[in-house]
Each structure stands twice: as structure tokens, then as C-alpha cells.
């Protein structure tokens, strides 16, 4: 029931007993039949209410704010007359219209007006019987409207029965709400006890009820009385049930609550026996962690951050949730290496051994490496370019890093950044969170033990972003020497000095890496190895380190470097050397097998012993294909696992001149092969040609191995060459490679990626390679030990790749062309 309102009317009508003798009826009189009975004028005076809706019989105070209403009132009570009050659809409406106003509304008389102290007016009004409003006749000095008088349907003899359920229910479930409720005053129990009548009941407890005006309005349009009953019935219902359930929640609440007083009570019972008899465990906590934070070396700021936040946890209960994440956060201050250095031994010659011991070739990242370390020396501090190690797998890019910190004395720790794609894996959550941790680059720190370990960030070009934020665009902070003296962690809410950190990263390629996160790093091109330095690595690391692994003890196994040269150019193709640590596996898994069946096994191991255990080669050392079909040039191919070679294959038959393109190329290469195609039509003459054969034949080029996708411009010089051989009916220069990027205009571009093309060329048998002329830089860089064997043609032009690649020979049954 509305609470308020039933509290407000017994006051007002309270007031008007005291002020006046005049006697106010707040129970209707007469039955139902005789408010149907009742007289409505064919017009009325219309008062808008706002907030209210009043019903038949019902007796409410309102309080009039507008002239006009004011007005009304007053020429009402001096005729003794009638007047329609009638809701207003919006209450923020000053001077409605029809539409405005509700169709329904209930013809009143004027009980009483009250001049209240603040000089405002109210008046007591009763409702006598509904209306509907037909139509508003004049607008002043007030509202003046034409009205149809609606009867109440009465129940009959079929529905008496029903109907008299509905009032006692209605009766019943106001009494509850009444008893329930602290706010409505006993009278209103004591008034619904003492009405007689049943419709006044229904109109009396609807006008006092906990409804909306909509839904007051609903139940005041209802035409039978049951059917209103039955409305008002519903919404009682619900009424109850909330103030049940209202009453259940705050008895709980208060339960909680003196539950949390008694455990506090006896925490402070226990901690006066604990202070008796000695110490508690929880102040043995935070005492201990006093201990450990006055043998730290951190500076003032993190100081006072501990000093507050311990104070923080002794304020605390410890039964409280709360208590825990501080305990926490205070371990992990406590945990973090603040400013635990360790000593550097910067013995470059001794790095230098360390370096030889792990490493087997590799001579030029080395060096670059004892450089960096060199002026890490001389300096005596870290504001230098952080190293990047890139290259294709299985090198010792990770390895290297590990060295590095043996070398120097430094404590390893490595991150692996692959599939990393939330910005709180780097920076951490902020310890208000449930679960909350530091980010990795501090768990990383703290599990080192230093503040200056030899950081490995691994696959640094694995990074993903995602909605949860951008790792790489975290990582600046970290990477960039002018920024990382002041990382800030959420977790730690404190900044971490991380420029005494050696950060090392390690990736495949370079063009996945963010461009300022790249700008922010030194590239070292891990590069491939020949085939004598894998020999070598087998035989100093992988084969002792898999003899070892598999129980083979020393001197119960050997290969001479003639059958490991075997084993990798028959079971590997590769850069690095991850495919041959696991051929290794898999050979000293077989001699385990036979040394654990007592059987006899080889010391030496012979070429025949390997194909036994290993089965049948996977790859043959020479792929060069011979010269005898036109159309077929090898090119040099860069892929994420090292250099390949690719043959461009061409053919030509009868027909208008169209171009077939196979091989799952990308766009880039597909573009080579129509700029290769337009270059030759346009210099036809320069090969004896005639610029109307071109549109005779039809020309299809395929790459072989369509399954794997191919895609860049490398392959430009030679799919050139192969068009001009088909064409010409010439043989292409025996073990001749090439690789490089064509313009419409002939000119030959540089590629990237050749110390793993040229290793890929030594490996398929290749003598010969063509390069652009701005590629001899690069050669230049290499070691003289990986151009053994290599003649290298640099060229400006396509006439000069065609002059040396073709020869004046024709091919076995030249087509006539």
C-alpha cells in the first residue's frame, strides 16, 4: 500500500478534526447501487491531478499550485456543485488538453479548503462516481467539458460468490502489507477492519496501494467491480511478496552483520589470550616481513610504499578477504630483486671461449655480440641498443643469449612472446583485481633472483594484439633505453629500473615485428649453416648431447664426418640444424634398442648402418636438373626455414597469345611473370624474334611444387630467362642459378634473403649465380667458407642475364617457331 500517501492523508484529516467541528466522513456512504444511481451533469469543471487518481467514495487531500485550479475550487464550493477530477498522462504538462488527460476520471465535491502557514492552498476532496470525458467545450476560465456518467457493473448471482472471495482476499492481503510495513500507521489497519462496503473497500485500498498512476487508472477503468477487484487482488499479491522479501533480505543483512560483530569480538578475545601468552601468528607474519624488508636495498619510494602498506595489513581482519591480496602484494615487493645486482666479468677472451665451446661457426654474430659487450665494458652501463637475433630456426638464436649470461656472470631468464596478446601478460593487473599477478617481464625478474639478468625475449615477432590491448606497443617501454628506467608494473604500482637488464630478442623475420619496436632494436642476421659447419655441430653438440640423452655411453658410438655429411644432406634440408638433432634422436633411439636386446652393434657406423636405421634417404643431394628441355631455369627462393631453390618451367603451343600462370602463386609473382612476358614482347628483335610470334602461341608458366604457396619478386629474372629459352629454343647454362627483381624497363633489382639462397644453391650442386649489381654488398658481408665453389655474375640489366644464361646451343628437337 502507498505509505506515504495513507500517512499523509491521516494527517491532514487529523489537522481538519482539530481546526474545525465540522464532521468529515472518511468512510463512504449509501451502497453501491445508490453511487449508479447518482447524477452526473451532461458538462463539468475539470480539475487536472497530477501524481493522483481518485477513486469513487475515496476521500484525499491535494494541493492546488495552478490559478485556474484554484479558481475552480473556489466557484465549486460556492455553488455547492460538482467537478470532474481527472490524471494527467504527464505530470510535467502545465496546462493539459484532452489529449493530456486520462479518459476516465471521477466526478468530486469539494469537502474542505485549507489555507496552510506557507500560503499555499489545499483542499479536501471526495470521488462520487466516474466519468468519461467526451470533449473539453472551453479552455477559461478553466477547463469545462462535456462527460458521460459510467456505472459500476455490480456482481449478480453467478459471480456474488466469487466477487465476496476477492473482497476478503483483498481485505487479508492489505492487513499483511499494513503489518509488514514499519511506515503505515495502525489506523489504516483499523479503517480497512471497519469498511462495510465492498466497493469503497476495492476503491479505498486501490487509491492508498503502491501503484504507478497507470496502473491506478487501469484498475479505476475497470467497468465490473469484480474485475477491478481482481486487478487490484494481483498487484496486492506482488506488493506482499516484495514486502516479504524485502523484510527477509534486511533480516539477513542484519544477521551478517552481527555475525561479523561476534567474530571480531572474539579475533579481539583471541588476540588479548595471544598477547598473554606470547605472540599471535599473524603478527609473527608481519613481523617477519618487517625482517625481511630491512635487509632490502630498494630506494626511499619503495620504502615508504612497503611502510604504508604494512601498516595497511595490520589494520586489517585477517578473516576478511582483503587481507590476503595484501599479503601478497607485500611478498611480491618483498620477492622483486630491487636494486640485487650481480657482478659483471667482463674477461672478453673469456667470452670469447665461452662463446667458441656453445657455438660452432656463426663468427660474424659473435663478434658482434663481444663488441656490444666490449662497450658494455668501457661504458659501465647498459644505454645501448637492444640486440635482436633473427634468422630461420634450429640456428641458436635462443642458445646464444644463454651463452651470453654464462660468459658475463649473469643470471638467465627467457620470455617466450609467442601468442602473446594481452597488454596485462607485459605490464600486470592492477592488485585490486581478483587474481591479480604481476606481468611477466617482473615474474621474470623475480624467478632471476637479479636485477640485471640476461633477458631473453623469445619469438618477439609472434606477438598478436587483440581487445584486451597491444603487447608490442607494452614492450616500447621495456625496449627503449631512454624509457625503461621507469617501467611501471600495475602490479607493483611502483616504477621497476629495468636499463640494467641485458634484454636479448629473438625472432624468425623482421617483417612481422612492429616498426617502432623495431626501431628500438639492433638486428643480427642469424644466417643458415654449409654443410661442414652442420657436420662439425653434430659432431661437437648434437650427437654427445643425444648419446647421453638416450643412455649410449661414450665410446659405444661413433660417425666419422663422412657419414654425418651423409645424414644431413640425405635426411635434412634445412638452415638450421633442429631436423638433424632429431634424425640424431631418432638413430641413437635405434642403437639404444639394440644395446637394450644385447644385440651386437658397430662402433663405427658405416653409410650402409645409417640407411638401415634411418630407411630410405629423404632427399638427394643434387636437384639441379640438367639442361636439355627448353624453358627450365632455377631460381633462388627465401622461405622462414632458410633458402630453397624453385624451378620456373615454361611451354608454349599453338594459339592467340594467351598467358597460363600455375603453381599457387601470389600476386607479386603473378605480376613478375606478365612484366617478364611484356619486356620480351617489346625487345623481340634483341632475340630474333618477330613481335607478331608472341601473339601465336600460348604460353604457360607453372613453378612446381603447386601444393606450397609462393608469392615475391625474386623470381622475375627468372621467369624472363625461361620465356626467352622457350621461345629461342636455347639451352640454359648448365648448374646456373639466379634470382632477382625486373622493372617494365629491363632493369634488374636487389632481393633480400642471400646468404640463405646462396646456401640453398651450394646444397642442389649450383655453380653459377646471377645476382643484381646491388646485391654485392651482401656477398661482400659473407664469409669466404660459404662462397666456396661459387662463381657470381652481377648484372644492371635483363639483356646482360640473357646474354650469359643463354647459350647459342639449341635444345634436343627444337620447335620451329
Known amino acids: 500500500m502507498n505509505k506515504n500517501k495513507t500517512k499523509q492523508n491521516s494527517i491532514y484529516l487529523s489537522e481538519v478534526f482539530e481546526s474545525d467541528a465540522e464532521f468529515i466522513p472518511i468512510v463512504a456512504e449509501g451502497d453501491d447501487q445508490s453511487v449508479n444511481e447518482l447524477e452526473v451533469p451532461d458538462t463539468l469543471p475539470i480539475l487536472p491531478l497530477r501524481n493522483t487518481v481518485l477513486f469513487p467514495g475515496v476521500i484525499i487531500p491535494i494541493s492546488l499550485g495552478r490559478a485556474k485550479s484554484l479558481q475552480l475550487i473556489k466557484e465549486v ?138 496502473e491506478k487508472q487501469d484498475v479505476l477503468e475497470c467497468e465490473s467491480l469484480l474485475d477491478r477487484g481482481m486487478a487490484l487482488l494481483e498487484h496486492l499479491a506482488r506488493e506482499v511478496q516484495m514486502q516479504e522479501l524485502k523484510n527477509d533480505i534486511q533480516s539477513k543483512v542484519k544477521q551478517d552483520i552481527d555475525q561479523q560483530q561476534r567474530e571480531y569480538l572474539l579475533q579481539q578475545q583471541i588476540k588479548t589470550i595471544q598477547d598473554e601468552l606470547g605472540s599471535s601468528p599473524i603478527e609473527q607474519e608481519v613481523r617477519d616481513l618487517r625482517e625481511r624488508a630491512e635487509k632490502k636495498k630498494w630506494n626511499k619510494e619503495v620504502a615508504d610504499l612497503f611502510a604504508k602498506e604494512i601498516d595497511k595489513l595490520q589494520r586489517l581482519n585477517p578473516a576478511a578477504g582483503e587481507y590476503s591480496v595484501q599479503y601478497n602484494y607485500l611478498q611480491t615487493l618483498l620477492d622483486v630483486p630491487w636494486n640485487d645486482y650481480t657482478k659483471d666479468n667482463y674477461d672478453l677472451k673469456r667470452a670469447e671461449r665461452f662463446l667458441d665451446r656453445d657455438h660452432y661457426g656463426l663468427d660474424k654474430v659473435k663478434e658482434r655480440i663481444l663488441e656490444h659487450l666490449a662497450v658494455l665494458k668501457l661504458k659501465g652501463e647498459l644505454k645501448s641498443p637492444i640486440i635482436c637475433l633473427y634468422g630461420p630456426p634450429g640456428v641458436g638464436k635462443t642458445s646464444l643469449g644463454k651463452s651470453v649470461a654464462n660468459a658475463i656472470g649473469r643470471k638467465y631468464v627467457r620470455m617466450s612472446l609467442g601468442g602473446v596478446h594481452d597488454e596485462a601478460e607485459i605490464r600486470g593487473h592492477r592488485k585490486t583485481y581478483i587474481g591479480a599477478m604481476p606481468g611477466r617481464i617482473i615474474q621474470n625478474i623475480k624467478k632471476g633472483g637479479s636485477a640485471n639478468p640476461v633477458f631473453i625475449l623469445d619469438e618477439i615477432d609472434k606477438i598478436s594484439s587483440s581487445f584486451h590491448g597491444d603487447p608490442a606497443s607494452a614492450l616500447l ?211 630474333g624474334l618477330k613481335t607478331e610470334t608472341f601473339d601465336e602461341w600460348n604460353i604457360h608458366v607453372h613453378v612446381p611444387e603447386g601444393a606450397i604457396p609462393k608469392d615475391g619478386p625474386s623470381a622475375g629474372v627468372t621467369m624472363v630467362t625461361s620465356l626467352a629459352s622457350i621461345f629461342t629454343q636455347r639451352k640454359v647454362r648448365a648448374r646456373l642459378a639466379m634470382t632477382g627483381e625486373i622493372t617494365l624497363r629491363g632493369k634488374v633489382l636487389p632481393v633480400g634473403g642471400i646468404k640463405e639462397k646462396i646456401l640453398a644453391a651450394k646444397r642442389a650442386g649450383i655453380t653459377d649465380i646471377i645476382l643484381s649489381q646491388d646485391n654485392k654488398k651482401d656477398i661482400d658481408e659473407i664469409n669466404d667458407i660459404y662462397l666456396e665453389g661459387l662463381t657470381f655474375h652481377f648484372v644492371k640489366e635483363i639483356s646482360e642475364v640473357l646474354a650469359f644464361a643463354l647459350l647459342d646451343e639449341k635444345v634436343k628437337k627444337p620447335l620451329s617457331i
Open 77 to 214: 464550493q460556492r455553488n455547492k456543485g460538482y467537478f470532474g477530477a481527472i490524471a494527467q498522462r504527464d505530470v510535467k504538462v502545465d496546462d493539459p488538453q484532452k489529449e493530456d488527460l486520462y479518459e476516465v476520471g471521477t466526478m468530486a465535491k469539494v469537502i474542505k479548503i485549507l489555507e496552510m502557514p506557507d500560503n499555499s492552498t489545499s483542499v479536501i476532496i471526495q470521488g462520487k462516481k466516474r466519468f468519461r470525458l467526451d470533449e473539453i467545450v472551453t479552455d477559461e476560465p478553466y477547463h469545462l467539458a462535456k462527460v458521460t456518467g459510467l456505472e459500476d457493473i455490480l456482481p449478480n448471482d453467478n459471480t456474488k460468490s466469487e466477487f465476496e472471495a476477492v473482497v476478503s482476499s483483498i481485505k487479508d492481503l492489505s492487513l499483511r502489507v499494513i503489518k509488514a510495513s514499519s511506515h503505515i500507521p495502525p489506523e489504516a489497519s483499523f479503517a480497512i477492519k471497519n469498511i462495510e462496503n465492498d466497493g469503497f473497500l476495492i476503491n479505498f485500498v486501490g487509491s492508498n496501494s503502491e501503484m504507478s498512476v497507470k
Open 477 to 687: 617501454e621495456v625496449l627503449d633505453p631512454e624509457q625503461n628506467e621507469h617501467f611501471h608494473d600495475n602490479y607493483l604500482e611502483v616504477d621497476f629500473d629495468l636499463s640494467n637488464v641485458m634484454f636479448i630478442a629473438t625472432a624468425n623475420t623482421i617483417g612481422n615485428i612492429a616498426q617502432p619496436l623495431l626501431d628500438r632494436m639492433e638486428l643480427i642476421d642469424v644466417s643458415g649453416y654449409i654443410l661442414d659447419e652442420k657436420v662439425e655441430i653434430a659432431r661437437r653438440h648434437l650427437l654427445p648431447y643425444q648419446m647421453e640423452n638416450h643412455g649410449i655411453a661414450k665410446g659405444k658410438l661413433s660417425i666419422n664426418k663422412n657419414v654425418l655429411g651423409y645424414i644431413v644432406e640425405s635426411y635434412t634440408r634445412e638452415s638450421g640444424v633442429r631436423e638433424l638433432n632429431k634424425v640424431l634422436a631418432k638413430l641413437c633411439r635405434k642403437v639404444a634398442l639394440k644395446i637394450a636386446k644385447d644385440e651386437e652393434v658397430k662402433k663405427n657406423l658405416t653409410i650402409k648402418d645409417v640407411a638401415e636405421f634411418l630407411g630410405v634417404p629423404r632427399f638427394s643431394k643434387d636437384k639441379w636438373q640438367d639442361n636439355s628441355t627448353a624453358g627450365v631455369v632455377t631460381g633462388l627462393a627465401w622461405t622462414a626455414v632458410g633458402g630453397e631453390i624453385l624451378f620456373v618451367e615454361s611451354s608454349i603451343s599453338k594459339g592467340k597469345g594467351k598467358l597460363t600462370l600455375t603453381g599457387n602463386l601470389g600476386d607479386v609473382m603473378k605480376e613478375s611473370a606478365v612484366l617478364a612476358l611484356e619486356y620480351l614482347r617489346a625487345n623481340a628483335e634483341m632475340l
